[in-house]
C-alpha cells in the first residue's frame, strides 16, 4: 500500500486543510508586508520560493517532506522574531509570526497523527 493510498481521518483532515490554509497566508503575509514596505518584489519572490517548491513535495502526502518543511518553518521563525523586534506595533509583522508558530504547530501535529494512521493501515494490511 503507498503512503498516499491510506485515507486521513478527520482530525488529519482538518489539519490538511489548516495547513494549505495557513501556507498561503504565509506567503499572503510576505505580499502584505512588501505591499506596505515598498520592498522589492524580487526579495519577496526569493523567500517564498522554499515555502512553495516544498509545498509540492507536502502534496504528495509525503511525511519526510512534511518533516523538512517543518525544519525550513524554523528559519521563517527566527526571521518573524527578528522582524517583531525591529517593529513591534506592527499587526502585519506580529501576524506573521503568529501564522509561523500556527503552521509550525500544525504540521508537527499532522506528521503526528498521520503517521498513526499509516501504521495502523500497516498493521491491519499484514
Known amino acids: ?14 489539519l ?5 490554509i495557513l501556507s498561503g497566508a504565509l506567503i499572503g503575509q510576505g505580499a502584505l508586508e512588501v505591499i506596505e514596505l515598498g520592498a522589492r ?14 509545498l509540492f513535495g ?8 512534511m518533516i523538512w518543511y517543518c525544519l525550513l518553518l ?4 527566527v526571521s518573524a ?4 523586534f525591529a517593529r513591534p506595533n506592527n499587526l502585519i509583522v ?13 504540521c508537527t501535529a499532522y506528521i503526528r497523527f ?7 493501515a500497516e498493521t491491519l494490511e499484514d
Request: no cysteine; proline share 3%.
Open 74 to 77: 524554523l528559519f521563517y521563525f
Open 94 to 106: 506580529v501576524s506573521g509570526l503568529v501564522i509561523v508558530v500556527l503552521l509550525f504547530s500544525v
Open 114 to 120: 498521520r503517521g498513526r494512521e499509516r501504521r495502523i
Open 1 to 14: 500500500m503507498s503512503e498516499s493510498s491510506v485515507k486521513r481521518g478527520s482530525v488529519t483532515g482538518k
Open 16 to 20: 490538511w486543510l489548516a495547513l494549505w
Open 58 to 65: 507536502v502534496s504528495r502526502d509525503s511525511l519526510q517532506w
Open 41 to 54: 518584489w524580487p526579495l519577496w519572490l526569493a523567500s517564498v520560493t522554499p515555502i512553495i517548491l516544498f
Open 81 to 84: 522574531v527578528e522582524d517583531v
